[in-house]
């Protein structure tokens, strides 16, 4: 069995790393192709290193553009590796650009499609990652699913059931797998924070960096919350442009992009993360910190009802009372099932089930 894995972005990494590992283990034949979406090396190099996963056979070198851009790149870039390989199957992860391109990409090849995170919905139809995630289910031919939730969606939108497979959150492997090594590093020292007396702050999805009106109106109530508890805010190069415009009001402390292991043990040792991430919106379930997510909508919903999490929206009122209500209170930590570290392991059974060229001629 030949399985093509293909990311292209930060948050796929994460996801596919124990992916490979756990096909490898099985004997399954892999090849990785990062598409480069992704190429500074603190978005991408460093993840490799710090994950333990091996470079990538094929680099596609596809770097920014527009979404039409980027995914188009990428098609032209990935086709003739498709057609040259002829994988059973390619597998994508997660909801970027390069998500969507790759399981077209596969699908007009007449290659198997499995997609690790199918089913996930917010409902949203402005954010670009919702039609990479639909479009991407609807082509693929193995939909690996985190939560019971992301199985409803898909069969609500008339998916066969045999096509769908709840293994768990992959992503959680990853996090559960580093833990301990991301603590042992000792981040806080550097940064100039300690344990238990921060909170984290990431932002970078359009909706909130890109328009100075909602930019201004998140940071006035960071701003406010700060003088409660200082924050700490990592900030992505998207956000940057505009931030630097705006500039921080007092008891927020910025630094560029972490790594993964830096920013995981911050994650875990901070009082209260507000962020935009649905990676983030996982991790902080998994690791039982209290999470205020700066959106009106979120296509990981259990990590409402069954994790840490809370909607709040941009409002800068609303945002500074929850987040004076969880300092006050805190939450009750819960983790969803098959969130245990083993998603992999199901999701490479699955794959060769399913995948595997018969015998003989």
């Not at 100075?212 to 960071?222: N, Q």
């Not at 995981?264 to 962020?275: D, F, G, N, S």
Request: charged fraction near 20%; include cysteine.
């Amino acid at each position: 069995m030949h399985a093509l894995c293909v990311a292209g972005a930060r948050p796929n990494f994460m996801k596919v790393a124990p992916v490979v590992r756990a096909l490898e283990d099985r004997g399954v034949r892999v090849t990785l192709v990062h598409t480069g979406q992704h190429y500074d090396p603190v978005m991408s190099d460093v993840f490799f290193a710090e994950l333990g996963l091996r470079a990538p056979d094929v680099h596609l070198g596809v770097g920014s553009g527009s979404h039409a851009t980027q995914t188009g790149q990428v098609m032209m870039a990935l086709e003739p590796v498709v057609g040259d390989l002829v994988p059973d199957v390619v597998v994508v992860v997660g909801d970027v650009n390069s998500t969507m391109a790759a399981a077209l990409v596969a699908a007009k090849a007449g290659v198997r499609v499995a997609h690790v995170e199918a089913g996930l919905r917010s409902g949203d139809w402005s954010m670009p990652e919702e039609i990479n995630r639909v479009v991407t289910d609807r082509v693929s031919d193995v939909l690996l699913a985190p939560s019971p939730d992301a199985v409803a969606n898909l069969r609500a939108e008339g998916i066969a059931a045999e096509r769908i497979h709840l293994v768990g959150n992959v992503m959680v492997d990853t996090l559960l797998a580093h833990l301990d090594r991301a603590l042992a590093g000792d981040p806080f020292a550097r940064l100039g924070v300690q344990p238990g007396g921060y909170g984290l702050v990431t932002l970078h999805r359009p909706a909130n960096v890109d328009d100075p009106v909602v930019l201004g109106g998140i940071l006035d109530a960071l701003g406010r919350l700060a003088a409660e508890l200082p924050l700490l805010f990592p900030v992505h190069p998207r956000t940057r442009r505009l931030l630097d415009q705006l500039g921080l009001p007092p008891g927020i402390w910025t630094t560029g992009p972490l790594g993964y292991l830096d920013f995981v043990a911050l994650e875990a040792r901070a009082r209260l993360v507000l962020t935009d991430s649905g990676g983030v919106q996982e991790e902080t379930t998994v690791l039982g910190v209290p999470c205020l997510t700066l959106r009106d909508n979120t296509e990981r919903p259990i990590t409402l009802t069954e994790g840490t999490n809370a909607l709040v929206g941009r409002d800068p009122d609303r945002i500074l009372a929850e987040g004076r209500r969880v300092l006050r209170r805190g939450v009750e930590p819960r983790r969803p099932a098959l969130w245990d570290g083993h998603a992999a392991e199901r999701i490479a059974a699955v794959l060769v089930a399913a995948c595997t060229p018969p015998d003989g001629p």
